[in-house]
């Protein structure tokens, strides 16, 4: 059995005119994001340290711990897989409104960028000056949740431990040719000033508002290492105070409240 497989899409291939036509969706969904989970795949089967990784996040998170020699493929095939992963998950067809649909995450752009129009500028512009092929992303900084625009060269993922910050990836374009050529050849700011309608805002927000989820597994698994006949009390307390510091930081930064119903489930 394969190790990992290739996400099914939400979505049909053909709704995201003028962005990306139907062929292109299709041929990079089924032959390149396939080809890096084969690669993948291959690469887990011939290294037995990849082999105790559930996920290519955990995999890329423990990127400089892992062998000098394995590192070259997990940077492209791991790194691979989980770009595109995620890239899936941040599109939609379905016109949102950022401010509508993701409304912390517009309320921490327009805090951070000073106005929805820069950010978008200054997301082009990176993406424009990325030369070569690669990523644009909107991340979080793990602890300050500050926004900060980055690109990463080829396959490498923002998800790798090699960056002067834990960045938790908000949202990701493909700037690879692959990804668009057939219907804007070279023209890559035109590519890019279509994909402003095709993002999904609601996970955009989600990814922005379950940050801490990170944490919260670790301080489960921690927990769970005690076998402490007290420990299902302290992991229920970490989560508790991990979403009310989470609460406070967003009512204070970006001045959001949080559903009651989340804090005290
Ligand atoms: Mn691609």
Do not use: C
Not at 8 to 14: E, F, N, V
Not at 41 to 62: C, D, F, G, H, M
């Amino acid at each position: 059995m394969k190790k990992f497989e290739l996400p099914q899409l939400t979505y049909g291939y053909q709704y995201f005119e003028p962005f990306v036509d139907a062929v292109t969706m299709e041929i990079h969904h089924t032959r390149h994001h396939a080809g890096y989970i084969n690669k993948l795949n291959e690469l887990v089967e011939e290294n037995k340290v990849l082999q105790k990784y559930k996920t290519a996040s955990k995999i890329l998170r423990k990127f400089s711990k892992l062998p000098p020699g394995v590192q070259d493929g997990v940077r492209k095939f791991a790194g691979g897989h989980w770009n595109h992963l995620f890239f899936w998950t941040i599109l939609s067809a379905a016109d949102q409104e950022p401010a509508k649909h993701g409304p912390t995450i517009y309320k921490a752009i327009l805090e951070n960028f000073g106005s929805f129009e820069n950010f978008k500028e200054q997301f082009t512009s990176a993406g424009m000056s990325l030369f070569g092929s690669g990523w644009v992303w909107l991340v979080a900084l793990d602890y300050s949740l500050d926004l900060e625009i980055i690109t990463t060269p080829n396959q490498d993922s923002p998800l790798m431990d090699i960056y002067p910050n834990i960045y938790r990836p908000i949202i990701g374009l493909d700037l690879w040719e692959h990804s668009y050529y057939l219907r804007h050849q070279n023209r890559r700011d035109q590519y890019i000033s279509h994909f402003w309608r095709f993002i999904d805002w609601m996970q955009a927000d989600l990814n922005f508002l379950s940050l801490t989820g990170y944490r919260i597994s670790m301080g489960k698994r921690a927990f769970n290492d005690l076998l402490d006949k007290s420990a299902k009390m302290h992991v229920d307390e970490f989560i508790r105070e991990e979403k009310k510091r989470l609460a406070r930081k967003l009512k204070e930064k970006y001045s959001t409240d949080i559903d009651e119903s989340w804090l005290n489930p």
